[in-house]
């Protein structure tokens, strides 16, 4: 039985194998079918690149086997940037004896060789460049020794100090900073007599400087004064009495001393004042409307103001809030008082109340500017708010582009309106030259 169970195994045993063969000898001759020219290019370079290399290190077997092998400075040949040298193309062509080398250097010329031959696009260097270039190092011949001394006489050390010359040179700090903005810009309209819809021809000019020198002591201490000055004219064909008039006439002054009460916060001392240059006229009107010192206007406020820096340094200005204010208004010309809230007959008119400036400049972009200030004071009888809006566009260094929009509020003057009532506008747009530092 066990003899039957033994066969039956056996047989079995080589069904299974000859089933096998059959299936690999299959599984092969398809993938021979199926295998591409470039495979087969490929494990041919591959079988020919372990050849190569095993037959150079069999060589440098055959020399470590049949000589006694030591590390020399021949080797590092082998491992730096491949450089041609005379000796091993005249070892391999010359009619010399080359046993008399060594087995090590043999070997070492012999992979250069074969280098040379089959690379020669990687000889980097020659024998002679290197030569000029140098050793690295020079070998030290004779040993170094050093004289330590541990101590000295205390005289001596001070005689040493004495001799050496010392130049101190102490600068007071700046903490003044200076800055300023100008800009000239031009508006041409032209309408020939016949349009179809009217109207007149005018030319109109606007220049403006703004002058900053600010004091800042980086403890509690800062000084901030700007000076406004700003200067436009307009011709119109329709008015005969004047050839030109003001459109734009400011001359106004801020002065703010402020104590740091926190990192932001500072109690302030602020001083606004503000007067124009010339006449101001109205079309076909010889009356005068407004002059130098005509009027004259003041602020004195006493309060706290906060520096303002946000959206990645972008918006920059301060706010002032002032709960105590003095207002000081003044005219040089007697028959102007009444309308700019002042009794008639009087020059002066002065009060008290609260005053608050908004004064902020944000770069919407790396060429819009938006500029504005809002002030606001009231003696809790009368008030007194002013908006200017400054929106520049910098085409380049030295062109710009300017809108310019006023609203104004006043209600202690004379200069109500049927439509507007105390609220007053103004508005313009303009270009030309521009420039800051």
Partial sequence: MRTRILMLAAVLGMALA?????????????????RPQADTLMVKAYEDSLAYYKAKVDSLSRVADNATFR???NYFKLFAPLTYYRSVAKGSFADTDVTAQGPEIQAVNSVLMRAYLQCPSRVRSTEEQLKRMGALHEEIKTPIKHKVELSKDEDMLLEEKTDIPLHLVVEKPNFWSFSGDYYLQFLQNYISGNWYKGGESNYSMVASATLQANYNNKQKVKFENKLELKLGFQTSRGDTLHSFKTSEDLIRYTGKLGLQASKNWYYTLQLVAYTQFLRGYKSNDPYVYSDLMSPFNSNLSIGMSYNVDAFDHKLKGSIQMAPLAYNFRYVSRKELGPRYGIDEGKHVKHDFGSECTFDLTW???ELIKWKTRLYGYTTYERAEIEWENTISFQFNKYISSNIFIYPRF???????????GYWQFKEYASIGFAYSF
């Fill in 363 to 365: 770069q919407l972009s």
């Fill in 410 to 420: 006043d209600d202690g003057t004379s200069t109500r309106d049927d439509h507007h």
């Fill in 18 to 34: 000859a089933h096998a063969d059959t299936h690999n000898a299959m599984r092969s001759r398809y993938y021979r079918m199926r």
């Fill in 71 to 73: 590390f020399n400075s």
